[in-house]
Every structure is written in C-alpha cells, then in structure tokens.
C-alpha cells in the first residue's frame, strides 16, 4: 500500500484564489509528522509547512494552512491568495515516528495560477 | 550560500560508465539524505547517513549504487556501470540534530543532480 497518496497530478487556480491539495496517509504508527514541500522548475525542495500527529490545532504558515483529519488519514494543504509564484509542484511527505529516518513522498500535484 | 549544495547539477553519461555524485550539507548538520526521483514521480528514499555511519541504505537499487561520508559531512553517492533506469534527479537532503527525536525535524533538500544515461 502506498504510504502517501496525491490524487491530483495537475490543479489550476486562479490568481488571488484559494485552492486545496489533497493528501491521505497510510501508517499504522501512532507517532509520525507530515510534511508539505514545493518544488518549482528549479528542482530544490522548498519545506512549507509540518503537522505532528498529536497537534491539537491545524498548522499554519502564512498563506499555507493544514487541514488535517486525523480519523480520515487526510492533511490537505490550503494555499490562500494564490499568486503566480506559487505554480510548482507540490509534495506531501511522511516520516514515521519522531526519529524516523526516511521521508516517504506522494507523486506530488501540479499547480498552475493562472493570472 | 549556507543550504545544501550538489554537484553536478547536471550529468550525461554513457551507459556502463561509473559516476560521482557530491552532496554538501548545511554545515552541522548531522542526518544526510539521499533520493532519487524518477521524472514525473516522487522523491524515493535511497539511503541515510548519521555523521559518517551509513545507518540505512534499503533504499539502494542494486549494488551497483554506493554512497560514503567518510568524515561526517560531504557525502558522494557513485553509480557503477550505470543502465539507462539510473536517469533520474539524486536528491540530497539534511537535516539536523539527527534522531534526537525532536518531533518536525524538517530535511532541507539541495536543487539535485539531473543525470541521464544514454
């Protein structure tokens, strides 16, 4: 079973909108974090935003907050007032347990904003 | 620039050569990463460094793939004989203080290493 699961390969937005990526988790550890990252034409790997599976509330960094649904295995990033700079594509990652070593990564979400 | 650094970035071999791949981490970190991405796919997890001990390498292809950080920071991931399946990006990442168990412990990725097989 795949341990991260992105079922959007391309979303478009448009500029000044709100959009939601999806992302569901598969792991039968009670202690993991997931993690979101952007990766522009570039290639680099741009961190975004984390949420531990016992955070209380919802992580939010700026314009990037974390819908997470603990019973549904989900952790959805919203990005709001999408902006041009924010067409790349997206990845949702997990590392299982606090010391985990290896992050495991969906195939990831094109996002275009369209101007 | 004080992030992860690769070089090169980009690399055309001929199948059957051997290659080097270098990682520079961010200075003190002590966890190190690498990955390989296949075009239009996620990053997969290929092996793990804490300081120069190589605590997981299930990640590995084959044994023609081998990785070394003899002092605890550089790190080169070689491919030998490489087969046009080794095309891909090599992402390297660290992140630090390693398995302390602090809960985020984000990895920071460098821009990778494109290499391509012909």
Redesign the interface.
């Known amino acids: 079973a795949q341990k991260?699961t992105q079922t959007q390969p391309g979303m478009f937005v448009q500029e000044k909108e709100a959009v939601t990526l999806d992302c569901t988790y598969d792991t039968s550890d009670p202690s993991y974090?997931l993690?979101w990252?952007k990766q522009p034409s570039?290639?680099?790997?741009?961190?975004l935003i984390?949420q531990?599976s016992?955070d209380q509330q919802n992580a939010t960094e700026g314009r990037y907050s974390l819908n997470f649904q603990k019973a549904r295995k989900s952790a959805n990033l919203v990005i709001s007032a999408s902006q041009l700079g924010d067409s790349a594509m997206y990845?949702c990652?997990m590392?299982e347990g606090?010391?985990g070593?290896?992050?495991?990564?969906?195939?990831?979400t094109s996002l275009t904003v369209i101007p | 620039g004080a992030g992860v650094s690769q070089s090169p970035r980009y690399k055309v071999a001929k199948r059957g050569q051997d290659v080097a791949l270098r990682c520079d981490p961010i200075s003190g970190h002590v966890?190190l990463?690498w990955?390989q991405q296949a075009l239009?796919?996620?990053?997969?997890?290929l092996t793990?460094f804490q300081n120069e001990a190589q605590?997981?390498k299930s990640?590995l292809p084959s044994d023609r793939f081998f990785a070394e950080r003899p002092e605890g920071s550089v790190s080169t991931l070689k491919i030998q004989r490489t087969q046009q399946e080794d095309s891909a990006?090599y992402?390297c990442?660290s992140s630090y203080p390693g398995?302390?168990?602090?809960?985020?412990?984000?990895?920071?990725?460098?821009?990778?290493t494109?290499l391509t097989v012909l």
Do not use: C, H, K, W
């Open positions: 991260i974090g993690f990252y570039s290639g680099e790997m741009i961190f984390y531990g016992y990845f990652a590392r606090f010391s070593n290896q992050f495991y990564f969906g195939t990831g | 966890s990463f990955y239009g796919q996620g990053p997969e997890f793990y605590l997981d990640g990006v992402l990442a398995t302390s168990g602090r809960p985020r412990n984000e990895q920071f990725f460098g821009p990778g494109r």
